[in-house]
Structures are given as structure tokens and as C-alpha cells.
């Protein structure tokens, strides 16, 4: 755990007077409340007893406050000013029950010990687990969607536009959404059918692979991916990628096969 974060948690306990788990370097744990801190040390009193002692900052390994609700009001305020936000708590609760309250209403519907009842059920497990672990996880693909955190920024602030790579004619709105799914972590292009999805999905796979990049694209239906194979196959270059399907589709023995191709295309890589 960084040292600034060390200290966050250290003054928002002293100065709400909470209670802290502290773990140190020779990872002894122990509840206690912070009582000062001067020079780099905090001096503390134990949980359970009027003992007082004091620990380096340094010599913290983690800290978290040992009220859960506490803790999350205590990530939310340090979130809030590192994103310039007051109302980030409420993105992120009003998203959490919206999705808890949709799950009840679908496990209405499903017949009890049905496959999607467990399904069901075991999201309403999980979604409690992913939130909760999103505030600590800035990295989370969810928490830069609820943040809109910006990426590839240079000195100004400004988005530096990256050399775009097109195999297939696109218009302005086309490449705009290349840029932004080539910029950003997550990104959404919607539109209805012959507005040029699949030609974005193509120059944007493009774009992954001159990157030396391995693409994985999956889909709930098999027309889209065929879309996008049938394309692959009318251009004139190396086939450079391997058509998976569902496990259930392919016979005996698929595993060797798939082990092959992966050999012959990398072979046609490696001497093109």
C-alpha cells in the first residue's frame, strides 16, 4: 500500500475517530485508534486496552477501517477529490441496485432449479462482491466507465491522435469511433444494421494487430462473428485467425486441431 494512502486513512481516523486494522512489516494485526500523528508515526491506542504505542509509516503494510460502511464512505471521499466528483457514491449505488432490482424481477420469472435461476442466483451473489472490490480496483474497466477517467493524454490535456491504420473505407463518425475504441479502455459504438459496424470492428482489429496485438471477439450470436470472418476472407491477406465456436460444437480431438492452426498461423506470421 502506497504511503499516501497510509496517511488518508490515518487522518480520517483520528480525525472521525474511527478504528483501524492496522497490518505491519512483521504482519502483526491489530484494531487500534489513532490518537496523533507527528514526524512520519502515528501513535495509537489499542481496541481492547489503555496500552498506547506508536508504528513509522513505512513500517505499515495495509490499513483498512474496520467498519465496512466506513470504509466505503472513507474510498468514496478520497475518489471524489481525486476526480473532482461529489456525487460518485450515488453513480455507482443507484447502478449496483438498479442492476439488484433487475435480478429479482427476472428470478420471479424463472422456475425454481432451472439453469437460468441459478445463473440468476449467482450473479445476485457476485455483484455485491464486484462493487464492493471496484473502489479499490481504479483499473476496473467499471470504475473508468463510472469515472469517464481519460487516457493517452499529453501535457496539455489534449488527446494526441494516433497514426490510424484503414483497410476498409470509413467516414468521419467510422474513424471517430476507431480513435476513441483504439484511446480509451472501454468503448461502446452503437447503430443500426448497414450503418458500418462491421467495417469499424475491421479497421479497428487493424489497428490492434500493426500494434502486434492478439484480438479475442466474441459474440452472443454467430451472424456477427461470420460477418466479420466472411469479410477476413475476401482480402488478400494472411489468414491470421482461428473461428472458435462453442465448446459442444466440435468433435473429439478439437484441441489437437486448434493446437495446429495456432502452429501454421504463427509459422505464416513469423515469415511474412
Given at each position: 500500500m502506497k504511503i499516501k494512502r497510509i496517511c488518508d486513512y490515518l487522518l480520517y481516523a483520528l480525525k472521525k475517530k474511527k478504528?483501524?486494522?492496522?497490518?505491519?512489516?512483521?504482519?502483526?494485526?491489530?484494531?487500534?485508534?489513532?490518537?496523533?500523528?507527528?514526524?512520519?508515526?502515528?501513535?495509537?491506542?489499542?481496541?481492547?486496552?489503555?496500552?498506547?504505542g506508536e508504528i513509522k509509516f513505512e513500517n505499515i503494510v495495509?490499513?483498512?477501517l474496520v467498519d465496512k460502511q466506513e470504509?466505503?464512505?472513507f474510498l468514496y471521499e478520497q475518489l471524489n477529490k481525486k476526480y473532482n466528483t461529489s456525487n460518485l457514491k450515488e453513480i455507482i449505488e443507484n447502478f449496483e441496485n438498479y442492476y439488484l432490482e433487475m435480478i429479482e424481477v427476472l428470478l420471479a420469472r424463472e422456475p425454481n432449479n432451472s439453469s437460468?435461476?441459478?445463473?440468476?442466483?449467482?450473479?445476485?451473489k457476485k455483484y455485491p462482491q464486484i462493487f464492493e472490490k471496484l473502489l479499490k480496483d481504479e483499473d476496473n474497466l467499471l470504475f473508468q466507465y463510472f469515472t469517464k477517467k481519460q487516457v493517452d493524454m499529453n501535457r496539455n490535456g489534449v488527446h494526441r491522435k494516433k497514426e490510424m491504420l484503414l483497410i476498409e473505407q470509413a467516414n468521419l463518425s467510422q474513424k471517430q469511433a476507431i480513435h476513441q475504441?483504439?484511446?480509451?479502455?472501454?468503448?461502446?459504438?452503437e447503430?443500426?444494421?448497414?450503418?458500418g459496424k462491421t467495417t469499424t470492428i475491421l479497421n479497428i482489429l487493424a489497428n490492434l494487430i500493426y500494434q502486434n496485438k492478439r484480438v479475442l471477439v466474441v459474440s452472443k450470436n454467430n451472424s456477427a462473428i461470420e460477418n466479420i470472418v466472411e469479410e477476413l476472407?475476401?482480402?488478400?491477406?494472411?489468414?491470421?485467425?482461428?473461428r472458435m465456436r462453442k465448446f459442444?460444437?466440435?468433435?473429439?480431438?478439437?484441441g489437437t486441431e486448434f493446437r495446429r492452426k495456432c502452429k501454421k498461423i504463427s509459422r505464416a506470421i513469423s515469415t511474412n
Open positions: 478504528v483501524l486494522t492496522i497490518v505491519t512489516m512483521n504482519q502483526k494485526k491489530m484494531k487500534v485508534k489513532i490518537i496523533g500523528i507527528e514526524d512520519g508515526k502515528a501513535k495509537y491506542q489499542f481496541l481492547n486496552s489503555a496500552l498506547e495495509s490499513v483498512n470504509e466505503k464512505l437460468g435461476y441459478y445463473n440468476l442466483t449467482n450473479k445476485q475504441a483504439m484511446d480509451e479502455r472501454i468503448s461502446i459504438i447503430g443500426p444494421p448497414g450503418t476472407r475476401k482480402m488478400d491477406i494472411p489468414k491470421a485467425y482461428i459442444g460444437y466440435y468433435a473429439k480431438g478439437s
